[in-house]
Each structure stands twice: as structure tokens, then as C-alpha cells.
């Protein structure tokens, strides 16, 4: 019987280096050994850098090694569908990074081929296995803030480089792709619903024609999620959850780091001073290393899948909506 599940890496994206590397290597059920690049040169230099014991100078080479479980592929977005499918056929299964697709119907292709072949495909999306975001869940869900009415999410940096696949149109660039999907996600995990229409507005880039400033509104039957998301601005985030008895404020909702402490802060309902009111300290952890171990515990112990392709699916269709309200300047139904 198996004791770790052994992953392999297509391209040598930087999140790759920095995230998911150092995750796989913390993951006590978890080994990484293999990285794919088009360019052998790069490929071989990636895989020295980070101790890596193979490398691909293919995607194709790396998909056939048989001693690889998992791919983990964070390629440009544009190119999910093909290069999961042939991971798939290749006997693998797949941490397949946000969004999934550009489009909702090219899930069903991705999910075909998993039904097909029995493989378990995931969309990479760490913050629901922070343990802020589980406590926060099971603090609204014991009515400790009473009825939630709203949450508001602001997600903000400032990428301006042409030659970055977040700034180019046709690899599925823009906001609403990049971040906009993370102040879905974590609306529909905290409301344990979908929305059934939304509306938006966004500028966008005279060069680039990718969204780069955006604000939304998700209507879950009454209860509202708006969101303002950039790509020209500063950097920040925060996420507030509004209940009828109290307000919680996530300070560090979604890409916090494995080496600091996260804060929220409870607003009890009498000040709107942050000292007069209650806050939590969350130990330092590695959300990536908790997505990994999560998904090699579903083949290791065969645990219940959690997040599937249709939970992956509902969110890119919220995507699409947006872009069509966009277009239309009216609410769009999901």
C-alpha cells in the first residue's frame, strides 16, 4: 500500500515555486517528483533550483511517466481543457488551477474524460482549507452573527506588465478570471448556496481590453455579495460578512502567508472601534500544504471528494453571467 502519492508539475509557473513546491514537500502523504517545461533548458534549471529529482522538456513526456498520481497544472488558462484531458488519459489525476475553463461548457469535456478514465479532478481554490475560513463557516452556521444579509470583498494589486498572461485577453486575462473567482467561491462556501442573478460593471484596459477594475453583485435569494476587484490598483484584500447581530472582517482572506498569522475580527454590534471588539489570532499555516494533503488523502484513504466538477462548473458559470451583465447593463439570471 501506497504511503505517499507522488506529483508531477506542468510548466514552471511561479506559483508553482512558490506555493505549491514548498506545500508538496511539507505534505506528510505528498512527494513531488517530477517538472515539465517546453524548454529543456528551463525545465532542467527549474528542477535543480528546486531539488527536484525529473524533469520534462514536454507536457505530453511528464503526463506518460507512470510513476506519477497527480499533475498539478497551473498553465495559462486558455489551455486547461486540453492539457487536463490528456493528464487524464494518461491515467492522472489533477489539481487543475482557477478557473477551471474560460467557458462552463468545457467543464463537461474535462468531466467526461474523468468519469471515463475514474479520475479525480480538483480546481485549485487553497482558501476553503484555511482554518480561518472553516471556523468562520461554523461560527456563521451556529447563528452567532444572526441572519447573514451581506458580504462585501475587496481584492486589489497592481500588474500593468503587457507581457503578463494576467494582461492578455485571449489567455483568458482580466480580473473577474484571476480574482474575481475567489470572491464568488468563498460567497457560495459561506452560504452554502447559489446565486440567482447578478449584476456588474467594469472598466477596462484601453491596451490590454481586459477588465482591470470591476464591482459586482450576487443576489442569493435576498441576501447580497458585492464585491470590487482591480488589477490597477493597490494591494489589498478584505472580506466582510454583515449579520444582523454581528460583523466579522476577514483581514488576510486569501492569500495569506504560510509563515504569518491571520486575523479576524469579530464586530459584536456595539462599536465600530476594532479595539472595543473581539479579536482572533490564527496560527501560522500552509493552505497550499492543507489543499494537497486533501486531495492525496482522496486517493491514500479514499476520503469523500468535497469540492467537485460541478461546484467548479457553477462558479465559472457565475463568471460568464457577470460578463454578460457587463455587455447588457441589466441582471443577468443564472
Known amino acids: 500500500m501506497k504511503k505517499k502519492i507522488k506529483w508531477g508539475i506542468i510548466s514552471t509557473a511561479k506559483i508553482a515555486e512558490t506555493d505549491l513546491i514548498p506545500a508538496i514537500k511539507k505534505s506528510k502523504n505528498s512527494e513531488l517528483v517530477a517538472v515539465a517545461s517546453r524548454n529543456k533548458d528551463k525545465a532542467a534549471k527549474f528542477a535543480k533550483k528546486n531539488k ?62 474523468a468519469k471515463k478514465n475514474k479520475k479525480i479532478v480538483k480546481e485549485a481554490f487553497m482558501v476553503r482549507h484555511h482554518p480561518q475560513w472553516q ?17 462585501t470583498t475587496l481584492f486589489s494589486y497592481k500588474n500593468l506588465d503587457p507581457k503578463n498572461i494576467r494582461n492578455i485577453k485571449r489567455y483568458g486575462g482580466g480580473g473577474l478570471y484571476d480574482i474575481g473567482c475567489y470572491a464568488i467561491v468563498i460567497s457560495r ?14 472598466n477596462f484596459d484601453k491596451k490590454f481590453k481586459t477588465d482591470n477594475l470591476t464591482s459586482a453583485i450576487l443576489d442569493f435569494n435576498g441576501v447580497y455579495s458585492n464585491f470590487i476587484i482591480s488589477t490597477c490598483s493597490t494591494v489589498s484584500q478584505q472580506v466582510l460578512i454583515l449579520g ?38 490564527f496560527p501560522k499555516v500552509d493552505q497550499y500544504e492543507k489543499q494537497v494533503t486533501n486531495f492525496s488523502n482522496h486517493i491514500l484513504k479514499q476520503t469523500p471528494i468535497d469540492y467537485d466538477l460541478k461546484d467548479a462548473q457553477n462558479n465559472i458559470k457565475i463568471i460568464e453571467s457577470l460578463f454578460k451583465s457587463i455587455k447588457t447593463k441589466k441582471w443577468v439570471k443564472i
Do not use: M
Request: with cysteine.
Open 135 to 151: 471556523w468562520v463557516k461554523k461560527y456563521i452556521n451556529s447563528n452567532k452573527i444572526g441572519k447573514v444579509n451581506g458580504i
Open 52 to 113: 527536484i529529482k525529473k524533469f520534462y522538456d514536454s507536457y505530453k513526456k511528464i503526463c506518460e511517466d507512470k510513476d506519477i498520481d497527480i499533475i498539478y497544472n497551473p498553465l495559462p488558462n486558455h489551455l486547461h481543457v486540453n492539457s487536463t484531458v490528456n493528464a487524464i488519459k494518461n491515467d492522472k489525476h489533477v489539481l487543475l488551477e482557477k478557473p477551471i475553463t474560460l467557458k462552463s461548457e468545457e467543464v463537461k469535456i474535462i468531466a467526461q474524460a
Open 189 to 202: 462556501y459561506l452560504l452554502n448556496k447559489e446565486p440567482k442573478k447578478v449584476i456588474c460593471e467594469a
Open 244 to 281: 444582523s447581530k454581528k460583523t466579522i472582517c476577514i483581514e488576510n482572506p486569501f492569500n495569506a502567508k504560510a509563515h504569518k498569522e491571520t486575523t479576524v475580527v469579530i464586530y459584536n454590534g456595539n462599536s465600530i472601534y476594532r479595539k472595543d471588539n473581539t479579536i482572533k489570532i
